[in-house]
């Protein structure tokens, strides 16, 4: 206000100048045309961008310089706007930069702030968190170790400030970090993505069994929490018709979370894939006597959350929505690696009567890169990439039936019967593995006796898909 006031701002504003900047910059992307054309017929958005873009690149360093919340802000939502431009090389750096600011002022740790008034404190908080979960996803999306691995830090949930908006007709309440009851709000979304963020960080490399069955169990209680109005399955019928805002929000909040969740579970147990015997680990076991609920092999599990990714194509509303959100990116870059993951479960075993879901599923991913990525070049990509895995499935389904039918006719000619040559081959189980054995991409690719990049790709000469879908939170 000020500012406004004087038309003057100190030098110490420049980051909070540079932040304005930027929120007005990635704004300009979702912005109607004909709704500026109202407003000033001539104006040319495109323009107007890059004459902002130019002013924040100038100043940027000068800004995180500085090292408070607006520079930390800076640092976020560049890298959030350098991946909308595809320079994800930037982008990475950008977020860690972020990260790094986050520790120099002390962020991390929440004991060390001076006595702060509630708004300053909250949005520190958010800020934290913020800057926390996109590490994460950078991790996750770039294929390199988190900064902030591990909880290592000491920073409480923020609570609602202004967002206590809630979802019309619905009433539920989550349990808060301090165990009292509260109504979900829109901001209950930020909170249950923070922790699933954090049951994530767990996860690394050279993992024991029992520690990935911790984790399963962590995300499987994590998802029991959820409350109704962040539930995907109780907006199965909004299609985008609706101009109230609230369900609006909480519908796509709904969708991202579920995605997440699903898109997690993927990452936990996917350096099974590359193993066959491995697929048939359990990851939940009955832990009581007379419980209804079945074990839960890794194969099982891989495949509902596979399953379930694609079946958001049935909200077709919702998806368009999504499309019009810096959260496109991100919904391509899991849909993606669902439709990966679905065609290794196919070509695990082409004879299994489950390979018609799997195309099916793969069909239905194809189709919803092509709508929330609205024919972006980096959708087309991806919907590429998975029909020539459908066509390799189709392949190998032939070369199999061919097999099988020339198996079959030299048993007919064996001096063995059938069922004679059928006991001689025996059915081959799966070994039980125990709790204590490492299970990781060195371990499983060493069994196949095939070469493991330990480094992965190098972020500073190469640019790999999974780089440009990525998108932080």
Request: glycine share 6%.
């Amino acid at each position: 206000m000020p500012m406004i006031q004087i038309g003057a701002a100190a030098v110490s504003e420049k980051p909070f100048l540079l932040l304005l900047l930027v929120v007005l910059m990635i704004g300009t992307r979702f912005v109607q045309p004909e709704i500026i054309t109202t407003h000033d017929p001539v104006f040319n958005i495109e323009s107007y961008r890059n004459q902002v873009l130019n002013a924040v690149e100038q100043h940027l360093f000068s800004s995180l310089h500085e090292a408070d919340l607006e520079s930390i802000g800076c640092a976020l939502l560049m890298s959030i706007e350098y991946l909308l431009e595809g320079k994800t090389k930037l982008a990475f750096v950008l977020s860690g930069m972020g990260l790094r600011i986050a520790h120099a002022i002390g962020l991390h740790d929440e004991s060390t702030w001076d006595p702060l008034e509630n708004v300053e404190l909250q949005v520190r908080r958010r800020v934290w968190w913020a800057i926390y979960m996109a590490d994460g996803y950078a991790a996750q999306a770039y294929g390199k170790p988190p900064i902030q691995a591990g909880g290592r830090f000491r920073v409480l949930e923020p609570q609602d400030l202004d967002d206590i908006t809630t979802c019309p007709g619905i009433t539920s309440y989550e349990v808060r970090e301090d165990g009292s009851l509260r109504p979900v709000s829109s901001f209950s979304y930020n909170r249950y993505k923070a922790q699933l963020y954090s049951i994530m960080s767990a996860v690394m490399p050279g993992m024991r069994l029992k520690e990935i069955k911790d984790v399963y169990s962590r995300l499987s209680a994590w998802e029991a929490m959820i409350p109704t109005e962040l539930r995907l399955d109780i907006h199965r019928n909004y299609e985008g018709e609706m101009q109230d805002k609230g369900p609006r929000v909480f519908t796509l909040q709904a969708l991202t979370l579920q995605l997440a969740f699903d898109h997690n579970m993927l990452l936990l147990l996917r350096p099974f894939l590359v193993s066959k015997r491995h697929l048939s680990i359990q990851v939940f076991s009955q832990s009581e006597p007379n419980s209804s609920e079945s074990p839960v092999t890794v194969r099982d599990q891989m495949i509902t959350s596979a399953i379930r990714i694609s079946s958001i194509h049935q909200h077709r509303g919702i998806i368009r929505l999504v499309s019009n959100t810096t959260a496109a990116a991100q919904v391509c870059f899991q849909c993606f690696t669902a439709g990966v993951i679905v065609a290794m479960l196919a070509l695990s075993d082409v004879s299994s009567p489950q390979v018609p879901k799997f195309k099916q599923a793969l069909a239905r991913l194809i189709n919803i890169l092509s709508l929330a990525g609205s024919g972006t070049l980096l959708s087309k990509q991806s919907v590429e990439i998975l029909t020539d895995t459908m066509h390799i499935i189709s392949s190998q389904e032939v070369s199999a039936l061919i097999d099988r039918v020339a198996g079959d006719s030299e048993t007919e000619h064996s001096p063995l019967g059938n069922r004679e040559a059928e006991r001689a081959l025996g059915d081959v189980q799966a070994p039980e593995v125990s709790s204590d054995v490492a299970v990781d991409d060195e371990e499983i690719w060493g069994e196949l006796g095939r070469p493991l990049d330990l480094d992965g790709f190098d972020i500073s000469s190469s640019t790999s898909l999974y780089q440009q879908l990525a998108l932080f939170l």
